[in-house]
């Protein structure tokens, strides 16, 4: 499985970014997606989910009510609508897949993306 994020950005305070995050090598059915980011000083914390099959989603209290995690089945991407970003979102995001629902610890992902630095100024 190899991921390819990107999307990431500088805005300002109140504005919306999308992430993508293509990707190959599957099939994905049985994987799930997850969304991290990890600030400048930081531990790597998921912020969203989503299971590939049936689409349940998880998300972080940090981020409820402002990101939504979709994804496009023809497309193999899974998206992350941020809206309404914070100066606190400032952060590099990662994608990665695991096979298990629903795991938050990082060192438990098998494929991860490079990542794409989200920048958000007051």
């Known amino acids: 499985v190899q991921l390819q994020a990107s999307g990431g950005g500088l805005v300002q305070a109140g504005g919306s970014l999308r992430l993508s995050c293509a990707a190959s090598?599957?099939?994905?059915?049985?994987?799930?997606i997850g969304w991290f980011r990890q600030g400048p000083r930081s531990e790597r914390t998921l912020v969203a989910a989503i299971k590939w099959r049936g689409g349940m989603t998880y998300y972080a209290d940090s981020v409820k009510g402002r990101f939504t995690i979709s994804r496009d089945n023809a497309e193999s991407t899974v998206y992350l609508q941020m809206n309404s970003l914070k100066p606190e979102d400032t952060a590099v995001y990662y994608c990665?897949?695991?096979?298990?629902?629903?795991?938050?610890?990082?060192?438990?992902?098998?494929?991860w993306g490079r990542g794409t630095q989200v920048t958000v100024s007051s």
């Open positions: 990665a897949a695991e096979g298990t629902w629903l795991v938050t610890d990082a060192s438990q992902y098998a494929y």
């Open positions: 090598g599957g099939p994905f059915s049985s994987y799930a």
